[in-house]
T-cell receptor, first 113, second 114 residues
Framework: GQNIDQPTEMTATEGAIVQINCTYQ??????LFWYQQHAGEAPTFLSY????GLEEKGRFSSFLSRSKGYSYLLLKELQMKDSASYLC??????????????FGRGTQLTVWP | NAGVTQTPKFQVLKTGQSMTLQCAQD?????MSWYRQDPGMGLRLIHY???????DQGEVPNGYNVSRSTTEDFPLRLLSAAPSQTSVYFC?????????????FGDGTRLSIL
């Protein structure tokens, strides 16, 4: 089966930096996605990694190491509006799982003033 | 600029009733999927489709049926509702199964089974 792990909860203060980790074990690998989901809303896309290294998008960056089955999402200059659940999702890309996206359980981030 | 549209947004059913959750997308996406989201469980795939006329089961398909007669529409049917199906249901679409493009989600349907 596919296994994706991320911490359940994290807290941080406004203006700080926080790193949300995700580890995965999947049959094949065809990309890793990070989504943000505010309470009562739909997930929205944040970033995509398929090659090793860091992808930067403004205050958000995402890192991937395929050999370690590991990714992290880095949020800088935290704002209150960043309080949300962050979902790690992997596309295994092999055989019957082709095209399917497997989600971790999400990390609930709370940003304090 | 509709994207993925789900109806209804809220629904309360009695045990044993049937209903259809509607999902439509206007982006000409090949790939569509249904997830359910329960507290502490993350998003779990119910059924998915890689194109019109093609559907397949996800992780938790029991109690649900789907069909894909057009590219745009992907309805989810609950055959005989059970309290265990109380959940938030999300429909999503993307350009294709091996694409690096993200899935776009609808706003969700909040379903309660009494």
């Amino acid at each position: 089966g596919q296994n994706i792990d991320q911490p359940t909860e994290m807290t941080a203060t406004e203006g700080a930096i926080v790193q949300i980790n995700c580890t995965y074990q999947t049959s094949g690998f065809n990309g890793l996605f990070w989504y943000q989901q505010h309470a009562g809303e739909a997930p929205t896309f944040l970033s995509y990694n398929v090659l090793d290294g860091l992808e930067e998008k403004g205050r958000f960056s995402s890192f991937l190491s395929r050999s370690k089955g590991y990714s992290y999402l880095l949020l800088k200059e935290l704002q209150m509006k960043d309080s949300a659940s962050y979902l790690c999702a992997v596309k295994p890309g092999r055989g019957s799982t082709l095209g399917r996206l497997y989600f971790g359980r999400g990390t609930q981030l709370t940003v304090w003033p | 600029n509709a994207g993925v549209t789900q109806t209804p947004k809220f629904q309360v059913l009695k045990t044993g009733q049937s209903m259809t959750l509607q999902c439509a997308q206007d982006m000409n996406h090949e790939y569509m999927s249904w997830y359910r989201q329960d507290p502490g469980m993350g998003l779990r795939l119910i059924h998915y489709s890689v194109g019109a006329g093609i559907t397949d089961q996800g992780e938790v398909p029991n109690g649900y049926n789907v069909s894909r007669s057009t590219t745009e529409d992907f309805p989810l049917r609950l055959l005989s509702a059970a309290p265990s199906q109380t959940s938030v249901y999300f429909c999503a679409s993307s350009t294709g199964p091996i694409s690096n493009q993200p899935q776009h989600f609808g706003d969700g349907t909040r379903l309660s089974i009494l």
